[in-house]
């Protein structure tokens, strides 16, 4: 019997691939959303301390606390929209990593039925081996039973 081989191979090393680059769309993701979130903790300190000016400091730096908080709310929408990214990368990378799992599974099992179709071709060779072999013993034996003219 042949060796086996997986008839979707090149299927399962694309598979493989996409998933490889889901899980780098998902770390970059991810490294996104960390540096929204840092930025964001960055204008929310500028924001307060600009704001806790008082009198005439504050009607001096207006424009600096309108100009924090605009920075402040913009740095909010990039951390949603980063979270947003981090999330559909998540669902392409599980697709991804599905995909690869039932190929992997469906490679495992005709792995196993093609193990377990040599084991039963062996089997049938031994069989016939020794169903011929007995049948050469019997005819010998039958040839030598026989009386020589």
């Known amino acids: 019997m ?3 081989e997986f008839a979707l191979q090149s299927v399962l090393r694309a598979r493989r691939a996409q998933e490889s680059v889901a899980r780098a ?3 970059r993701a991810n490294l996104n ?3 929204a979130e840092t930025a964001e903790d960055r204008s929310r300190a500028h924001y307060e301390d600009v704001i ?3 009198g005439v400091a504050f009607l001096v730096h207006r424009q600096r606390s309108e100009l924090a908080a605009g920075s402040l709310i913009g740095a909010r929408g990039s951390v949603a929209e980063a979270r947003a990214a981090v ?3 998540m669902e ?3 697709a991804a990593a599905r995909s690869v799992s039932v190929l992997e599974h469906l490679d495992e099992r005709h792995r196993q039925e093609h193990g377990e179709a040599v084991q039963r071709q062996e089997a049938n ?3 016939e081996l020794v169903i011929s072999r007995y049948g050469r013993d019997r005819r010998q034996t ?3 039973a026989r009386p020589q003219p």
Do not use: C, H, S
């Open 142 to 144: 039958a040839a030598k």
């Open 33 to 35: 959303a960390t540096a």
């Open 2 to 4: 042949k060796r086996y």
């Open 25 to 27: 769309d998902l770390l």
């Open 92 to 94: 392409g990378y599980i």
């Open 87 to 89: 999330a559909t990368a």
């Open 52 to 54: 806790t000016a008082d």
């Open 125 to 127: 060779q031994v069989d």
